[in-house]
């Protein structure tokens, strides 16, 4: 059986990569930083196997810290694959920006650092297209994809998170280029993350459809937000062991764009006995509530802009088509009312 130590395994795409894994005939060695950690994984990932499913032989658990060299030799040794999915993951940027940056590239170097010394071939690393956007468009494109790179000077690229994405990816890849070329490196970059968690532990990337159901905007700022369902995220995770044309590419995964407005849409059409807010703010607003709203602020560079974003390289990779984004936020929506994360 093929062993895949996967860091990040309690966040919300994590949980998912864990079970796309074992339900895919492999032993999961899961990187959690606390004990009650492993306990959530485990009643996380169980709820959504078979009742006979064998879960003490195909998952176990390490503890393991971004920040600490403890515990990783031993954590790779006898492993196939390692999966790096460990990051932070805020909606709003810190005051200190090191407190996003040095975890995600001490993390990753330190990571990677330990499957070289171990032997371990196969890397891969969940990136972002946040190492993607956070630039200009290349003269003549329409679109961003994988040729892009996020300049970590730019007005998007230098937001906290954007540019712990992209220095992390980049120290990667250099990494493997300078000191471990046996290594083979392939990277997920996906958009924003949404679809029903396993479990009421899901951190930050589901709420942009929380916050609609909660109607906490009085109306909605013009922006829009490329969306890919995790389930598709964990797939493409799992997928590129056994896929060797994913090897030494970054695949973006994206199912396509949809503005705060057409969101609220959506989902008024799903849940018509519902109330949502459908319009659109001045953008001078939105500028104003961002001075007492962290999570309205790390936006602004986005404010009236509406770029694509390219995933057709991993849907011919991977032979895949993207779950539709409808469907992904109808289920994320019905996720959240069901139990109980929005107001009636």
Partial sequence: MTTVLLTGASGYIGKHITLRLLSDGYHV??????????????????????????????????TL?????????????????LMHSASPFPIASPKNEDDLIRPAVDGTLRALGAAHAAGVTRVILTSSVAAVYGTELASGKTEFDETSWSDVTHPVGRIAYTKSKTLAEKAAWDFVATTAPEISL????????????????????????????????????????????????????????????SVGQRLIASSGARTFMQIAQILKAAFPGRKFTTTRAPSALIRFLAIFDGEIRAVLPSLGKHIGINSSKAQKVFKMTFIPVETTLVETAKYLIDNGFVKS
């Fill in 65 to 81: 810290d971004l920040e600490s060299d403890a515990g990783w030799g031993e954590a790779l040794t006898g492993v196939d694959v």
């Fill in 186 to 245: 392939t990277t997920v970059n996906p958009v924003l993350v949404a679809g029903a968690p396993l479990d009421e532990h899901f951190g930050s990337s589901v709420s942009v459809v929380e916050r609609i159901l909660n109607r906490k905007d009085p109306v909605l700022p013009d922006i829009s937000f490329s969306i890919v369902d995790v389930k598709d995220v964990a797939a493409m995770h799992v997928r590129s062991i056994t896929t060797p044309a």
């Fill in 29 to 62: 060695r899961a990187s959690v930083r606390t004990a009650s950690k492993a306990n959530e994984v485990r009643r996380a990932v169980a709820a959504h196997l078979a009742s006979n499913f064998d879960l003490d032989s195909a998952l176990s658990f390490v």
